[in-house]
């Protein structure tokens, strides 16, 4: 969202290299580093299988896996409301009531899962 | 976990080679290909977040990761319940009861989580 | 919520008669129909306790019950999102992102409960 | 449950006078009593949403609701462990594997609801 171009694109799902097309830009090296973390968790719990560590403790770090999931989602929502969802409700229009729809879809998966 | 040697290894950490201490053993590679495919999607959502992909599209993918988790989570446990907390249980006493505290322990993290 | 006195008293409680409030007047019915199913499931899960009836059978019961209230509650957050904070996009300023924050932590709570 | 032969006393942890049949008897006021309480909040989210009340409020109310739920259905499952589960594995055999079986399936349940 840096660039000049940046703020209404928003709600389209183009990719295209060149400018930062959409929302959660400006937290991009939290989101990252959140990641690389859950990686590396990931590559742990892998090891702890492979060494036969104690069930439970396993299961005590996929939780913590999840639960950093579920921030990273958490956050990437919020960053999705806050930018597509209330552009489009500027908008307004049947493509504002597109993006709710798809913003509920995503909010049920993740209360479901 | 029905040797002899096996029954009392199961509440400490230990990795030691020789005699599978854990009760999962028989499933292991199942569970490091679940894990090695979680860790290959974690890596495939920063850079989904570094290509500043839509951010429904990152939502879906952590679901599929939270669930891919859970499925590991609650493949464990089972395994953990059928092992060492029913080779608790047939021991019996304290070490039966602080076994299956510690089973719903982390069951509710899970829950929770 | 598109009515000029209707739109600032999203954020009160006031139940006053006269100007139906909040935006999900239109499916009123269906979310008490809902919720007496809920509360019927509720004194069923009473009564399969006092008759001491089979444990799982009475977790079973408990998930349709919780399966039930994300339902209720994700269909009222969607409500959420179409009405009031549409409504607060569209006038913008710190009421919208107050909206926002505000409906992300309900967000929150409904994900990690 | 109330029938004097308790047909259906599953693994049968009848813990002492005649025919208590599942485990979870000595708890069952306190199981009764938040039960009661689940009904009541219920209740109130019906009149919530009939007076119109604040969406947010609302939903803060069902997750208290959800987690009330949770914590009876962790409650009944330690039981269920605790008492049907543990005397199955004290038998052994296919019964054994069954109830393990079964309590891994309610888990899973409760996990992803």
């Known amino acids: 969202m840096t660039t000049e171009t940046g703020t209404l694109t928003d709600t389209d799902t183009d ?4 400018h930062a097309p959409h929302g959660y830009i400006s937290d991009k ?3 990252l580093d959140r990641l690389k973390r859950v990686e590396g968790q990931a590559r742990g719990i892998s090891r702890m299988i492979d060494d036969e560590k104690y069930c439970i403790d396993i299961l005590t770090q996929i939780s913590a896996v999840t639960s950093a999931l579920e921030t990273v989602a958490l956050g990437l929502l919020d960053d ?8 489009a409700a500027r908008t307004g229009g049947p493509e504002a009531e597109a993006k709710i729809t798809e913003a509920s879809q995503a909010i049920a998966r993740l209360v479901r899962s």
């Open 15 to 18: 990719d295209g290299a060149g």
């Open 29 to 31: 090296k939290r989101y």
């Open 80 to 87: 999705h409301l806050r930018h597509c969802v209330a552009d």
